[in-house]
């Protein structure tokens, strides 16, 4: 069974501090996703990055794929408020964007506080 | 464009009760996708499903669990029999074709009483 460790579980930081989110697993996968969930509401996909050691950017998020592409972290800087969110990366068997399959982990909940 | 609907968004059902999700994908998508999130857990895979076939069921309990995509109307995820386990939010998502981005909708939240 693959899986999917996200860390930290729980972080709360003030406005304007960087973080880092990091979700790891022990199988190699050949894409991985990561979407931000608010409460009540579906998952809505940020990015999905698929080669070994890339690093993807929007806006203030930074996204990378370990070389191995079994691991992946999210830095945020500069934090803001409406960055709040559950953040949930998935593991796909496919290199495309799609959602069959994937493998999610927990989420790390995140509060940015003003 | 709407996005992905899905109906209801709470449903409340007694135990032994059938219940029948709906899910009504993005205009152009014929590519569906079923996850149901526990509580406290992950989003886990149950099935896919391509206009009128299924495609991977393999995250599919083996009873009580069937889900359809016809040709015309919503694909519906139905759970016969429902138990109180069966609480959690389930969630379709919806993509052009199978290696294209997904978009998820808001969730049916099932209250099993």
């Known amino acids: 069974t693959q899986l999917l460790e996200q860390s930290p579980q729980f972080l709360s930081i003030q406005e304007g501090e960087n973080l880092t989110v990091y979700c790891n697993s022990s199988s190699v996968f050949s894409s991985l996703q990561w979407y931000r969930q608010e409460p009540g509401e579906g998952p809505v996909l940020l990015v999905t990055v698929v080669t070994g050691g890339e690093v993807k950017k929007l806006k203030r998020l930074t996204f990378q794929f370990g070389d191995a592409r079994k691991d992946s972290s999210l830095h945020i800087t500069a934090a803001q408020p409406g960055d709040t969110g559950l953040y949930l990366c998935a593991g796909a068997l496919s290199s495309g964007g799609g959602a069959d399959g994937l493998t999610f982990g927990k989420g790390t909940h995140l509060i940015i506080q003003p | 464009n709407a996005g992905v609907m899905q109906n209801p968004r709470h449903l409340v059902r007694r135990r032994g009760q059938e219940a029948r999700l709906r899910c009504s994908p993005m205009?152009?998508?014929?590519?569906v996708y079923w996850y149901r999130q526990l509580p406290e857990e992950g989003l886990k895979f149950m099935v896919y499903l391509q206009k009128e076939n299924i495609i991977d069921e393999s995250g599919m309990p083996k009873e009580r669990f069937s889900a359809e995509f016809p040709k015309e109307g919503p694909s519906i995820l139905r759970i016969q029999q429902v138990v109180r386990g069966d609480s959690a939010a389930y969630f379709c998502?919806?993509?052009?074709?199978?290696?294209?981005?997904?978009?998820f909708g808001q969730g049916t939240r099932l209250t099993v009483v």
């Open positions: 205009k152009g998508h014929s590519h």
């Open positions: 998502a919806s993509s052009e074709t199978r290696n294209t981005e997904a978009f």
